[in-house]
């Protein structure tokens, strides 16, 4: 200390401690409060640098810096104020009090340039206010999500829901809460598990969207099929912190489509076993031809495979005769035209000279891309055609004529005997015409059409003539219906057998149109059951014309008490009267509806509403109104149910302590409650329809109406800060105002709807809290550093005193000053243990990604030294991941357990410690075990107390804080720690578990 004092040139002066006479309790009155406030203004620049380490963000942070050098300077002058009690640095003094005025003076030309900025930054009222928009935005969302038909959920990382909607919650049966936090593995079967796994893993491990539709095994049995779309959730920085999906259940739909399928195969089936060819014909939007679908017949008609014209239908135009290539192709272009059905007889000519004829009939229809697709097939109709040529040249006059009957002529016996055919349609024929001849009826025709057709020759024989009776068949075009018309033909003489003319019309339309008609009957009978209002017909004068009531109908007699009477003569007076101005009404409008009509019915109250609608007739002058009466008791009950929780929430409104009123879009009051009459001393009636302006100063009023035009802008919810001062009363407090605008169906803002909360009292206690723990964390801070101090000067002064007189202390002497020495080192050292357990998740970079294997490599490199000395091997094995977690505090977590397991080992064994990590979906475990001097299993409960020791300090040096400190770093980080042992001398494991979370969580 004397060189220091002889280079700074300070010499013939005294130490300040002169000044105070040496008076112990002055001078130590000057140290302590000097020294105190020293580690004050220490303690402040350690805070504002860690304050300014945290907060990244941070405005003008070099004004901070400044400002911790300021007090850093003014706490050293405080420092010199002690130290020249007993060393004269004088001159030391001056120029630290230079340095003191210098930075003083910048600091405070700088403060004076950066308030106006700072005061320009955003208040936390103002981010406050972003936080309750985002919030608002998620209520949104959340109430359109459970509103959906559809299954909308949200997965961590760790593949747990973190949010279903109400699909989920049914289809699971279970409430979303129970829900939440849980596993597929909760609901699904292994199997389905592993499946949604593995789609997962694809979202969340690589970022993909998927979309899928799988069938999931639900635990209770049930099957379902889905169709799932799920992709990943990707926060500011790039990283998946989770995925969302959405589900729709598609079981209905699958199960119809495996039936579609099967009927088409089944269809497949019957089309191959039929004798003519059944087929799809297509011509796309490029003018190419192919045949999706043919029959197995193609192979037979036209020698080729139906797989060769799929694609492309070339090889089918190939085998058609080139004289009718041209009408053939035209016939289809004509189809395709005017989407009429296709029909067209044909020739085939092959390449060994064989021709035969074809007959093909297909409807068609247009297809989304452009395409024409036609539904058919095509009979052989060689055989026929040659019949029909033979027919044609030996009886062309007589064709000519019954070519133009469209019905099938023929001449049958009394036995049922074919003698003639007449007919242009031999289509229609049951079978062709030579195989008619000759033959019976009951050989030619089904038993249940061929005893109609005799029945009607009976009938014929006995009265002349037989008309109506009707049969049908199954030909190759269909289903068909004939109708008979048989006369008896003249004889030549009264000897021959008697013969019928037998005329058998097509009425399979005429059947159709009446079957239509019948569908029609009966799809208007079941209209009718499922209407379930009660729907009669009156004239003007309210009498019943018809009436149909559904059998569940409150209001329900039957017709024949109705019909032909009047209303009046049913309901009572003031129910009638309704009916008719109704009827009025629509009498001359066309319609009515909204009109209601409340009736006793049972001993209880009921309400229908009607429609009426005026039926058109032939008589303009007697107009008849249909009329449905609509029961509507329990929407009036919900209506009343409304305007009850109305009335109650104006209720609350009205005796909540918080302000609430609300406004339309040009500032004029439409809404207050009771509190807010109290802030403008005036009554809701003399509020409502007049502004701001009318009550408070013109600054005051447009601070108000500049919020406003702000949610209205924005559109959206805002919350400001503002001391408002009540008329009635004169109280002035910190009101929280949150702003809302008011929204109709089509978007468009109406009004702002406000509420105003008093938080004076709250913001006062929120300051007194943040001055309170500042004071904490200096304080402890302050007890762990400022003691060290004191500790230094006896550990000097003794070691002073021991070189002193060293030849004058005799052994006992000696030893009781290297006790002092070494317990004043023994303090110290526990006080360097206390401050870094003080500093624990205090003065630390945020958690953060990193890898655990780079930590515990780290935890070894500082740990070599005494590896060597002890002569033991540290072995590392297991799963390092990454974890979220500081670095310095985890590698000072392993370093410390990892150090534990090196230092308590027998002397003359060098000590093995096997450390090990495993990870599961939640946690991350590290392992430290050792063949140490163990633990009896009643002293763990000591072990991470602070300052518990469970050696004597002879055998191992410690200060009992680094457990300690190792169990604040883990529950710093969220997790747990423990040992195990079976007792002493047979070694423990330590061990810690840390959650995995993302970054973001």
Not at 313 to 320: D, G, H, L, M, R
Not at 476 to 496: C, H, M, N, R, V
Not at 772 to 801: C, G, K, W
Not at 838 to 858: F, K, M, N, W, Y
Request: hydrophobic residues 40%; glycine residues 4%.
């Amino acid at each position: 200390m004397q060189t220091l004092i002889d280079l700074l040139g300070i010499k013939n002066l005294i130490p300040h401690g002169f000044c105070l006479s040496w008076n112990p309790t002055l001078l130590w009155l000057h140290v302590v409060s000097d020294v105190l406030i020293a580690l004050s203004y220490y303690s402040i620049p350690l805070s504002l640098m860690y304050f300014i380490q945290k907060r990244k963000d941070l405005p003008y942070a070099w004004l901070f810096t400044m400002g911790a050098v300021f007090i850093v300077a003014c706490g050293t002058t405080h420092l010199m104020s002690a130290i020249l009690i007993w060393i004269p640095l004088y001159w030391l003094d001056g120029y630290l009090k230079v340095f003191t005025a210098i930075i003083s003076v910048a600091t405070a030309i700088a403060m004076l340039k950066i308030i106006p900025l700072a005061l320009k930054l955003p208040t936390a009222a103002e981010l406050l206010t972003e936080q309750e928009k985002a919030n608002s935005e998620k209520y949104k969302l959340s109430s359109i999500l459970n509103n959906a038909p559809v299954a909308a959920f949200t997965k961590d990382v760790n593949y747990r829901y973190k949010y279903t909607n109400r699909m989920v919650a049914e289809i699971f049966n279970l409430p979303s809460t129970e829900i939440i936090g849980c596993l597929d593995s909760n609901f699904f079967d292994e199997e389905t598990v592993q499946k949604i796994r593995n789609y997962d893993r694809r979202v969340i491990e690589h970022g993909e969207r998927v979309e899928i539709i799988d069938t999931y095994h639900l635990k209770n049995g049930e099957e379902r099929v889905f169709l799932t779309t799920k992709e990943p959730l990707i926060d500011e920085n790039g990283k998946i912190y989770a995925l969302s999906g959405i589900s729709t259940d598609v079981t209905e739909l699958k199960k119809s489509e495996l039936a579609q399928q099967e009927a088409s195969e089944r269809l497949h089936k019957i089309a191959n076993q039929l004798p003519n060819l059944v087929f799809q014909f297509c011509m796309r939007a490029d003018g190419s031809f192919c045949l999706p679908y043919a029959s197995e017949v193609l192979r037979k008609i036209y020698r080729l495979d139906p797989a060769d014209v799929r694609e492309d239908a070339a090889a089918i135009f190939t085998a058609v005769h080139p004289d009718d290539l041209t009408s053939h192709l035209e016939t289809i272009k004509k189809s395709a035209r005017e989407l009429s059905p296709w029909c067209d007889e044909y020739r085939l000519k092959f390449a060994d000279g064989t021709e035969c004829w074809l007959l093909g009939n297909a409807l068609p229809e247009l297809e989304e891309d452009g395409s024409i697709l036609w539904h058919g097939f095509v009979s052989d109709i060689t055989e026929r055609k040659q019949i029909e040529l033979d027919i044609l040249n030996t009886k062309n006059q007589l064709q000519a004529t019954l070519n133009a009957i469209p019905d099938l002529m023929f001449e049958v016996g009394l036995d049922g005997y074919y003698y003639d055919v007449h007919t242009p349609h031999t289509e229609l024929l049951a079978k062709p015409v030579e195989q008619l001849l000759g033959k019976k009826i009951v050989d030619v025709l089904p038993p249940d059409a061929a005893e109609v057709a005799m029945a009607a020759l009976h009938e014929s024989l006995e009265k002349n003539r037989s008309n109506g009776r009707q049969f049908k068949l199954q030909l190759p075009q269909g289903e068909t219906w004939f109708e008979l018309s048989i006369t008896t033909k003249l004889l030549a003489s009264d000897f021959e057998q008697p013969r019928f003319i037998v005329l058998s019309r097509d009425i399979t339309e005429r059947k159709k149109i009446e079957l239509d008609i019948l569908n029609t009957k009966n799809q208007l009978q079941a209209t009718l059951n499922a209407i379930p209002d009660v729907l009669f017909e009156l004239d003007l004068e309210g009498h019943f014309q018809n009436y149909y009531a559904h059998r569940n109908a409150k209001f329900s007699m039957r017709a024949e008490q109705l019909l032909g009477k009047k209303i009046s003569t049913i309901l009572p007076p003031d129910a009638t009267a309704i009916c008719f101005s109704a009827l009025r009404e629509a009498q001359q409008q066309g319609w009515s509806s909204g009109k209601q009509i409340q009736l006793d019915l049972a001993n209880e109250t009921y309400w229908f509403e009607l429609s009426v609608a005026i039926k058109p007739t032939e008589n303009e002058q007697t107009p008849h109104f249909i009329v449905l009466s609509r029961n509507i008791t329990e929407r009036k009950k919900i209506l009343n149910l409304l305007e009850q929780e109305k009335t109650k929430l104006n209720t609350l409104i009205q005796t909540i302590p918080d302000l609430v009123w609300l406004k339309d879009i040009n500032g004029i009051y439409q809404f207050c409650n009771q509190e807010f009459e109290c802030f403008f001393g005036a009554k809701q009636a003399d509020i409502l329809g007049k502004t701001d302006y009318d009550f408070v100063s013109r600054e005051q009023a447009d601070f108000f109406l500049k919020n406003d035009a702000k949610v209205i802008r924005d559109g959206i919810p805002h919350t400001n800060e503002e001391w408002l001062v009540f008329a009635t009363n004169g109280y002035e407090g910190l009101f929280e105002t949150l702003k809302t605008p008011l929204k109709d169906s089509t978007g468009k803002i109406t009004g702002i709807l406000s509420i105003s909360r008093n938080i004076t009292e709250r913001k006062q206690m929120e300051l007194e809290l943040q001055r309170s723990n500042a004071d904490l964390e200096q304080f402890a801070y302050a007890v762990s550093h400022d003691m060290r101090q004191p500790l230094r000067m006896v550990t000097s002064y003794l070691s002073l005193i021991e070189m002193a007189l060293a030849e004058k202390l005799d052994d006992e002497t000696r030893q009781f000053l290297n006790f002092a020495i070494d317990g004043a080192k023994r303090m110290d050292a526990m006080i360097l243990s206390l401050l870094d357990y003080s500093r624990v998740g205090q003065r630390t970079e945020p958690l953060t990604l990193i890898s655990s294997r780079a930590a515990v490599d780290e935890a070894l490199a500082f740990l070599k030294p005494e590896i060597e000395t002890s002569g033991g091997r540290v072995e590392i094995s297991g799963d390092w991941i990454d974890v979220v977690a500081n670095r310095d505090e985890l590698t000072r977590l392993l370093q410390n357990l990892v150090g534990n397991a090196l230092k308590y080992h027998d002397e003359n064994k060098p000590p093995v410690v096997d450390v090990s990590a495993s990870a599961t979906s939640y946690t991350f475990r590290v392992e430290i075990r050792d063949s140490g001097i163990g633990i009896a299993p009643n002293q763990i409960d000591r072990l991470f107390k602070v300052f518990s020791r469970l050696q004597i300090r002879s055998r191992f040096e410690g200060t009992g804080v680094g457990l300690a400190l190792c169990r604040k770093i883990v529950e710093h980080h969220g997790g747990t720690i423990g040992v195990e042992s079976e007792g002493e001398g047979l070694g423990c494991v330590f061990w810690f578990e840390l959650p995995l979370v993302t970054t973001m969580s």
